[in-house]
């Protein structure tokens, strides 16, 4: 089993940044695919970024390409997300995640989450 803690969370003007992290524990961390997804109120979970194990390989969603960054440091056993030129709509509960897939868009295929950090961007 993989523990995941997600921080960094807080609250920011529209086009301020933040830099989340998620602290990994369990299973071998440097094996997983790691993601990060997002929920706004009364919204579905959608996926944000991915990263492959080796931190070579990266996938975004559109609407945050260009403007967040995911990357890992596996001898720290931590992924990080870093987010400027936020918006408003950028707000919600950030959660980290991990699969023994390939990396993947689809909330689905990720076995481990952690309990969410809240991003809250004012106008």
């Known amino acids: 089993q993989v523990q995941l803690v997600e921080s960094g969370g807080g609250l920011v003007q529209a086009g301020g940044s933040l830099r989340l992290s998620c602290a990994a524990s369990?299973?071998?961390?440097?094996?997983?695919?790691m993601g990060w997804f997002r929920q706004a109120p009364g919204k579905e979970r959608e996926f944000v970024a991915a990263?492959?194990?080796?931190?070579?390989?990266?996938y975004y969603a559109e609407s945050v390409k260009g403007r967040f960054t995911i990357s890992r440091d596996n001898a720290k056993n931590t992924v990080y997300l870093q987010m400027n030129s936020l918006k408003p709509e950028d707000t919600a509960v950030y959660y980290c995640?991990?699969?023994?897939?390939?990396?993947?868009?689809?909330?689905?295929?990720?076995?481990?989450w952690g309990q969410g950090t809240q991003v809250t961007v004012s106008s």
């Open positions: 995640a991990a699969t023994g897939r390939i990396q993947t868009p689809l909330v689905r295929e990720y076995d481990y």
């Open positions: 369990g299973r071998t961390f440097s094996t997983y695919t």
């Open positions: 990263i492959s194990y080796s931190g070579g390989r990266t």
